[in-house]
């Protein structure tokens, strides 16, 4: 009866918005759009704008939601984030529920920065979903903010024949560069997990709003640039009240 798209929109600038995305939204009857207070407010209004440039299907409804926060008195993270995702598959549930009726199939979406397969949960709290509401999920792939990176700085990922590692500024504190790889790519860092490590031969290119017209690019060898990239981070979060950010580390291959 239910239909759910998640709908990969690239990492902030509408014309990432693939064909196939813009098709997406339009055959869809409800576009859930994630509420995450005043200080986001304008994530959500690039939502809105994406939406209004892409749908013309009159009859498509959009509608806003609170998105729950995680519970910062949960001691384990793992366990933190869980609960948060059950809360938000129930918000979901929550707005999609007054719109059911009986023998009429519903096409839902949800509007996902980047793609919905990269450290993105939407696929995860679908399945709690799932087993809450008979659904048939869809998936429209999105432009990642890895691949913007690379774009913005005119880079390639990977090293000629090399491995690349994706993960998180939490995993990098935890334990070191990853082994088995000179290039790294650390999403989800809450800031300067780089500082952590030796910056002797090693290369950052860093970005924050990659599509962005508020984009802000840094690169260089880290022990030259990480204070600014401190600097300048620490300075846009205040301006904006949150950052998205990324950035790739490269280091010179160990010697035989």
Request: hydrophobic share 45%.
């Amino acid at each position: 009866m239910i239909t759910l798209d998640l709908i990969g929109i690239g990492s902030g600038n509408p014309d990432h918005v693939t064909a196939q995305a813009a098709k997406a939204m339009d055959r869809a009857d409800l576009i859930l759009v994630p509420l995450k207070g005043e200080d986001k407010a304008d994530l959500a209004g690039l939502r809105y704008r994406i939406i209004e440039s892409c749908v013309t299907n009159p009859a498509t409804h959009v509608q806003g939601f609170d998105l729950p926060v995680r519970d910062p008195a949960t001691p384990d993270y793992l366990a933190r984030v869980s609960d948060w995702h059950d809360a938000i598959a129930l918000a979901w549930e929550a707005a999609i529920r007054p719109h059911l009726r009986p023998e009429v199939p519903l096409k839902v979406a949800l509007l996902v920065w980047g793609d919905p397969s990269l450290y993105d949960s939407s696929l995860r709290i679908a399945e709690r979903l799932a087993k809450r509401l008979p659904l048939t999920l869809r998936v429209t792939p999105g432009i990642t903010a890895i691949q913007a990176l690379c774009a913005a700085h005119a880079i390639p990922l990977n090293g000629l024949g090399a491995p690349v590692t994706i993960t998180t500024g939490r995993a990098l504190r935890e334990t070191g560069w990853p082994a088995g790889s000179d290039t790294v790519v650390i999403l989800l860092d809450a800031g300067g997990a780089f500082g952590t490590l030796d910056p002797t031969g090693i290369s950052i290119w860093w970005g924050a709003y990659v599509g962005m017209e508020e984009e802000i690019l840094i690169s260089g060898p880290l022990a030259e640039v990480a204070s600014q990239i401190l600097e300048t981070r620490s300075s846009a979060r205040a301006a904006h009240g949150w950052i998205m950010d990324i950035y790739l580390m490269r280091r010179e291959p160990a010697l035989p």
